[in-house]
Each structure stands twice: as C-alpha cells, then as structure tokens.
C-alpha cells in the first residue's frame, strides 16, 4: 500500500481536567505514557509515511519521553485544534496527501479501526473523513448532524447546540482524515470563534460541506474506542480497558491468570507460557517472567528478571535478576540484586 499519509498527534493541552502538574499526556495506563498508546498505533498503519507531533504545553518535558525520530512542532498558544493545525504548513510544504489528525490522550484506537477509515476516505475520495460514534451519554462531546439521506451536515458544540441537538448520541471523536491540498486552503480562510478565542477545526468542515466538498464519516464498532482521557475517571476507565486487554492477550499465549480481577500487569511486561499467575499481584515496569513460574500471591515484581521456574512467593522483588529453579518468600524484600538464587 501506498504510504502516502502523514499522522498529526495533538499533544498540545495542558490538560486541566487532571488536576495535575504533570502534562495530561504523560499520566501513565498500565506503566505507559498516554502518548505512546498513539505514537504505537501509528507506527503499525500501513499508510503512514511520517508522523509529527504537535507539542505546547510543558513541551520539553514531552519532548524528552518521545522516540528520536518522530518530528515536534511546537504550538506556541493554545488556541484550538484548527490554529494547532495551522502550524504544520510549513513542516508539510508541498506535500500532496492525507493527513490523519489523532489525539494523544485516545489510547483505546485500534490499527483496524483507522485502517477503516483511510479505506473510506479514499474509496469517497473525500476531503475530509470523520471518525464518529454512537455514546450512551453524549455530554461534553460535539454532536454530528446529518441529513435525510445520512449524510453529515455540521459538528456542533454542546456549548452551541440546541436542545434536540444535544439529543443527539453521536459525537465528533476529533479523529479526521484530510486531503491536504484542501484543509492548507480552508486553514488559511479559517476564523477566529470570537466567544471561546480559538480556531475550531471543526469549522474547516461546514466550510467543506458549503462549498459542496465530499465529507465522508466512520462509526466505530466499539462507542469507547474514541473516548479521550480528560480526567483521572476516564483515566481508570482506560486502565481496566487496557489491563483486560493485556491479561487476556497473556492468557491465550499460555499463561494462566487465576484472577484477572486481582492482578495488575503493564504493557511493557513479558511472561512466557506456562507460568501461573496468583491472585493480588502487580507486574510491573520492563519485567521479564520465563516460563513454568510460580507467581504470588501478594507479590510484586518490578523491573526484574525471572528466570524458568522460580517460584515467588508474598515478595517484593525490584531492579533484580532471579535465577532459574529459585523459590522466594514469603515476605521476602530484593532491591538491585542480581543472579540471587534462593530455596535449594
């Protein structure tokens, strides 16, 4: 396939909602940055020929978390999604694609889903292709009209929809694909909303629709797929999404998990088939577990290694390598040590 699609990842917000000092997009679900679960998807698109970053608040802090070779711009002012847009033109040049425009703080978008949504973008050959979905409680989110034959008419605000809009249960996601020769011209006509003092992107496209350009829309499959983390709920919501994910992607490579309920285990974790999981124990940060163990319960282990057949026990274990056929616990404590090799 052709890679003729450039991602821009909105990394810019300071994220309010969070209550925090640290950028939104630096919380972490299940031992990773928000913003890698994007920078992770991206990079498995076949279409993708680049993907630039658009960094604002705290930028540096963001910078220093990021793989060395995705590209940063810097939105000096936060002035909304469609002036965040604006600062790509130069890095873009004379670039003739699509461009994909995702959220940093999205982390449950699929691979599939955004394939999808590239298909229908070109099979319409559409200027621009709105990921939408269908949400039991829309409130917050922008509502997408359409006409009687289906077709999307605006993106509404909350903040300006009437009444029967805001009945309306699908949302803008703020998940697009753009032909780019058309968002560079409808950016440079783009409008100052004098109430909020912002660029709304979203006004590219009614201006699309009035000028009688193909807009094109995508409902997910699954309504939370889109849902974006604005505060420390929806940031627990995600982290049991995420960590369902992870046991049972463990689970059908062999491992056996005897309660998932109780157990907590980050992305970056490997466990080798034939290990057995007890209940109310985390695995944490670039932990390696080998096959045939015997994990918890009440154990945690943190940037460690274990090697085959170990058997551990109610254990702190951090920073450490475990020998193979070692038996640890209970209430054992191991910080920084290396090749400890107990039980014989």
């Known amino acids: 396939m052709e890679k003729d699609t450039i991602a821009v990842i909105l990394a810019a917000g300071e994220g309010t909602r969070m209550k925090s000092s640290a950028p ?81 703080d999205a982390p449950l978008l699929t691979v599939e889903t955004l394939e999808k949504l590239y298909q229908t973008h070109k099979k319409q050959n559409a200027s621009a292709t709105i990921l939408t979905s269908v949400i039991n409680n829309p409130k917050g989110y922008g509502r997408v009209t359409r006409n009687n034959e289906g077709m999307v008419v605006k993106i509404v605000e909350e903040l300006d929809a009437t009444p029967s809009e805001k009945n309306i249960n699908e949302i803008n996601t703020s998940i697009y694909c753009f032909k780019w020769e058309d968002l560079h011209q409808a950016l440079n006509n783009l409008k100052l909303n004098q109430e909020k003092g912002e660029y709304y992107l979203t006004d590219c496209i009614e201006n699309f629709i009035k000028d009688q350009l193909v807009v094109a829309s995508l409902k997910t499959e699954d309504p939370n797929e889109a849902l974006g983390i604005n505060n420390r709920i929806h940031l627990s919501k995600a982290e049991n999404r995420i ?55 009440f154990s945690c282990i943190i940037n460690s290694e274990i090697e085959n057949e170990c058997t551990v026990f109610s254990s702190f274990i951090v920073n450490s390598h475990i020998e193979r056929n070692s038996s640890i616990g209970p209430y054992d404590y191991f910080k920084n040590s290396q090749q400890v090799k107990l039980g014989e």
Request: net charge positive; proline share 4%.
């Open 24 to 104: 939104k997009v630096l919380h972490k679900l299940c031992g990773t940055p928000i913003i890698n679960y994007s920078l992770n998807t991206t990079s498995k698109l076949s279409f993708i020929k680049e993907t630039l970053v658009i960094l604002g608040h705290k930028a540096e802090e963001v910078k220093k978390t990021l793989p060395s070779n995705v590209k940063t711009i810097l939105q000096r002012e936060q002035l909304g999604t469609g002036h965040a847009l604006m600062q790509i033109k130069n890095a873009l040049g004379d670039f003739k694609g699509n461009i994909l425009v995702l959220c940093a």
């Open 243 to 297: 960590r369902e994910q992870i046991l049972n992607n463990l689970m059908l490579q062999g491992v056996t998990i005897l309660d998932p309920n109780s157990t907590f285990v980050d992305q970056e974790v490997k466990i080798e088939q034939d290990t057995i999981i007890y209940p109310y124990t985390s695995i944490m940060g670039n932990t390696v577990i080998e096959s045939k163990c015997v994990i918890g319960p």
